[in-house]
């Protein structure tokens, strides 16, 4: 299992089965879901999505999209392996309700287990346990020792996708799931993050999402990023593949109510398979 060591770089994201990260002081662009406008009066998704009021979370709610699935096919005391957890982004948000509930899966699983060669996994609050990955060696784990493989804004940071998808299969257990959510490599802000880079991105990014924090920026290479590219990386023969795309609720319109409506129907006139995420959701049958 290979992974590349980047040269003077600490290793973070996926890349092959293990993480590699560039450290620097910019925003990443291409996971639309890690940065949530400050709640507030003058908050226009809350104001374009009033049954926000009735459970905290609006129609089109891509992080409950994506999990309320997890959930369904994490078998009860399941095993996680949550590969790329990073810090726990997701944990240290004030979540209640229903998304608070998904994001820990249920409370469905016996054991979640955390790995990045990020550190700072470490200190992620919502594993049972935290491995830091070495770069460019395989998982630390014997095979089949997992019922799902979770990676969330994970896969577009995969450089090697043969042998990463190669040691998914073999940590997980037959019958277990692979569940990811990824940026559609053709989505507009996909396409933002490879436009644009360094000072601009991060100017881009502070008017469109004003309330994003300053976080390490992850080498991104799309390679798995696309409903043919995962097709063909799940071979028949070796998987169930029950992948989609899906247009969450754009979240890059710097609470401007004209650009929330624009992007929006932008997303709705865009063809299915060019939808801005894709979430991954495969059975290992073999």
Known sequence: MSVQNRARA???????????RAKGNRLQMASPSKGVYAAGSRDVQAQAHPEIAAGGYAQGDGTVEFYQRVVAVLPEGGTVLDLGAGRGELFHRKEEGLRRFLVRLGNKYSRRIGADVDPAVLSNPGLDEAKVIEAGQPLPFPDESFDLVLCDWVIEHVEAPEPFISEVRRVLKVGGWFCARTPNRWSYFSIGARLFSGAMESKILRKLQPSRQESDVFPKYYRLNTLGDISAALRPSEWLNATYAHNPNPSYHGNSALLLRLLTLFQNLTP??????????ARRTA
């Open 272 to 281: 299915r398979a060019l939808a801005s995420v894709i979430l991954i959701f």
């Open 10 to 20: 600490e290793p973070s994201r996926l890349q092959g089965a293990a993480i590699s």
